[in-house]
């Protein structure tokens, strides 16, 4: 009775926040009725990355099916090839991401997208909403420009008291879109796990994230608008302009631009220009010489329909369940690389099956000194054990590399963000997607799978030579976990580098009911 008596009060209690907060948390969605349906455009037929794919594709002599693949490790070049591509689009950019930061990077990679629209480029811009904007600027101000259109995926109704919001609608704003792509003239595209902020392109001073994007040319770049297309008219989205009711004021310029010239400035003469310079991403692409594999190449994305996702039967609707059935396919080698990696019962019984089944199976993760995120670790940790014991080979990456700053990007502290793996040294995928419940269930997500043992092996060579300088060797020693450093040769016996918080956070996070939220 007390317990029930308690949710009639927390009830009318929630009522009355809501009445009086200017119906922050009851928000109704805006009508979209009248909301415009736009489809991608068809490439143009002259245009400098026609140009730049007919020399690429002439180089290699590749079959006229097969999509180009240019893997982009380094942040410095990740960036660079943006640009480039923004820069040489004539006619079209599609930019679809979770995170886009108001920092250098962002805000370059903004004047970039406004400069491209002053070209006559058509701009649509694609963000999910999770990442809180004061008054969404600069958003407000690019979606002015007639060239530029802004949406917002799965938003929050109301553009201030995200609490209440979460608190009274939290069903429907957990779900969330971790896709990533930017497509140029439908003739190019980056597709993988980078969001757009300084830690994503080796540009921060404190924190970088080591991470990995494709670059494609070919057909797959089609399938790319194909699902940009299903996202942007999804009932799902909505134009910022239908959710923010104040125009761009007069001092929305001066801002924006008091942005780029400081962003400009940070950039100027610094080390950092003259990595992006040395990179000569952009200049490669148009005379052809950029290193390209030539391969068969699928684009798998979730459905943005989130009554789908909650659906476990949903087929191919859902990058989990394509993966599952490659990972449960595998005959020789399972490789798996996730930043952020909770495998819970079922993925734990998979890897250690086939392990079991005499298959190399090797998990990359974040160690919990190296993570952003204690809870996640802790849910790989309750399985750490079993793992072990079946004979999964296990590293987990520090949060101070030992390596050059080009190979992996290093600041004060850095973590693992690549989302990658290779299955039976010829599939690669490369994408946003996490091993973990959330990518699973809660967060749509989309990758690239290339069908390239030459591809494969080039980079499990790499990473291999790569985990000598970047990480721990997790190992089974006398019924306890020990970790092996690959670079020094020392051994620990407790979390590497870890504080006394840190590890005592995570052991009460494993006790507590959120795994199905990471």
Request: net charge negative; proline share 4%.
């Amino acid at each position: 009775m007390q317990l029930i008596g308690f949710r009639k009060k927390f009830l009318r209690l929630a009522s009355l926040m809501c009445l009086g907060s200017g119906l922050w948390g009851c928000a109704s969605a805006p009508d979209r009725s009248e909301v415009e349906v736009q489809l991608s455009q068809p490439a143009p037929e002259q245009a400098p990355l026609v140009e730049a794919e007919r020399k690429l594709r002439q180089h290699a002599q590749a079959a006229a099916e097969h999509s180009g693949v240019h893997l982009l490790s380094e942040g410095t070049q990740a960036f660079a090839a943006r640009l480039a591509l923004v820069a040489n689009a004539t006619q079209t950019l599609d930019v679809q991401y979770y995170l886009f930061h108001q920092d250098d990077t962002g805000n370059i990679l903004s004047w970039a997208l406004w400069q491209a629209a002053e070209r006559g480029v058509r701009v649509r811009l694609l963000l999910d909403d999770m990442e809180k904007r004061p008054h969404d600027f600069p958003l407000t101000y690019l979606d002015a420009h007639p060239n530029i259109t802004v949406r917002m995926y799965n938003p929050f109704y109301w553009r201030g008291g995200r609490g209440w919001q979460l608190m009274t609608d939290f069903g429907r704003l957990n779900h969330r879109m971790h896709n990533k792509s930017l497509t140029a003239d439908n003739i190019a595209t980056i597709v993988g796990g980078r969001n757009v902020g300084d830690e994503y392109f080796a540009a921060n001073q404190v924190v970088n994230f080591g991470d990995m994007d494709a670059l494609l040319f070919g057909p797959a770049v089609v399938k790319v608008s194909n699902q940009f297309d299903a996202y942007w008219n999804s009932e799902l989205v909505y134009p910022l302009a239908l959710l923010h009711e104040d125009s761009q004021s007069s001092g929305d310029k001066r801002r924006a631009d008091a942005s780029v010239e400081t962003a400009l400035e940070h950039l100027e003469n610094s080390s950092y220009s003259d990595a992006l310079v040395e990179t000569a991403v952009g200049e490669k692409i148009k005379d052809g010489s950029l290193p390209m594999i030539w391969a068969p190449v699928q684009i798998w994305a979730d459905t943005p329909d989130l009554a789908l996702m909650d659906a476990k039967d949903s087929g191919d609707a859902l990058v989990i369940n394509r993966l599952m059935q490659m990972f449960s396919s595998a005959e020789q080698e399972l490789f798996l690389v996730s930043p952020y990696f909770v495998p819970r019962d079922s993925g734990t019984e998979l890897l250690t099956r086939k392990a079991s089944e005499g298959l190399s199976v090797t998990v990359i993760t974040n160690a919990l000194a190296a993570t952003d995120v204690v809870a996640v670790h802790s849910g790989y940790a309750k399985k750490r054990d079993d793992l072990l014991r079946a004979g999964v080979k296990l590293y987990e990456v520090k949060a101070r590399p030992n390596v050059d700053p080009k190979a992996w990007s290093i600041s004060s502290s850095s973590s693992l963000h690549a989302k990658t793996f290779v299955v039976d040294q010829r599939w690669v995928f490369v994408g946003s997607f996490n091993l973990d419940p959330r990518s699973a269930w809660l967060n749509s997500e989309m990758g690239v799978l290339i069908d390239s043992p030459d591809l494969a092996r080039k980079l499990l060579e790499g990473v291999d030579a790569l985990l000598q300088n970047i990480a721990y060797e997790v190992q089974w020693q006398d019924e306890d976990i020990a970790w092996l450093d690959t670079y020094s040769g020392e051994v620990y016996n407790t979390e590497p580098n870890a504080s006394w918080w840190r590890r005592a956070m995570a052991n009460v996070l494993k006790i507590m009911p959120v795994e199905s939220q990471l």
